[in-house]
């Protein structure tokens, strides 16, 4: 930092000389503190936890990095890590509920039916595995369709759960009847590394992120491409829809502190 700033980016204040330079000192750095934390508040001004509230820390649910969560139900929770494991995880009580063994390289998403023992994982050993955790801990269906690994899955939703799709850094997106295993539609745009997919409520929809830093939305009866966003000027990462359908959201990593932002869509 070459030059000192306030929050913003405008120049701060002069320090008005006192005659108690330590009286001063310390204000200077309780004013830094209250900025700092104001910095990390929402905008709309949501009140602070209560003194009585505390962060409860469970024990670990993998032995490397987390890359994917859902919830299978208001108790459970679905998730996916370099460690190759599925794991299945009752967050309420901090306790481990199941743990599914079955991929030959890390876990990059899990996908699951919402109140249902139907569980499904992508991995960077380019397939997709069915569980069903009323069956056992062995996979039950197992989808190979991707040149590359799998970066993105989506169930369409509830009460239909019949599809599947799946995305990949081949540029190609697959579409799959979930009962039999056959891959129904394919189809594949130049430079489109999938990062994310998600099923939009209610509809036949698929919203999916890419490394072109482009948002699409897909028809899910012919695969085909129902409209594109504007570009970013950032690989987006993780996309989601509103239970409304109304709105997605989309973030992007950014590059050097610059771009690491959520966007709100209509």
Known sequence: VTQRTGWGGAPAQPRIP??????????KRQSKVRRRTSAYRAVTGAEDSSPGEQEVQYSAAHSGAVNSVAALTSDLCVSGGSDKAVVVYNWRSGRLYQRLQGHTREVTKVGCVYSSGRVF????????????????????????????????????PVPDGSRLCTGSRDNSLCLWDIESGEMLLKNSISRNLVTHLCWVPGGSCILQTSEDKTIRLWDSRCLGVASAFPAKQHIQTHCDVSPDARYCLSCSNGFGGQGCEATKWD
């Open 121 to 156: 994982s992508s991995s960077r050993d380019k397939t997709v595995l069915m569980w069903d955790l009323d069956r056992g801990d062995q996979p039950v269906g197992r989808f190979c369709g991707h040149d590359l690994v799998v970066s993105g899955l989506a169930v369409s």
């Open 18 to 27: 006192t005659p108690d330079r330590a009286s001063a000192d310390m204000g």
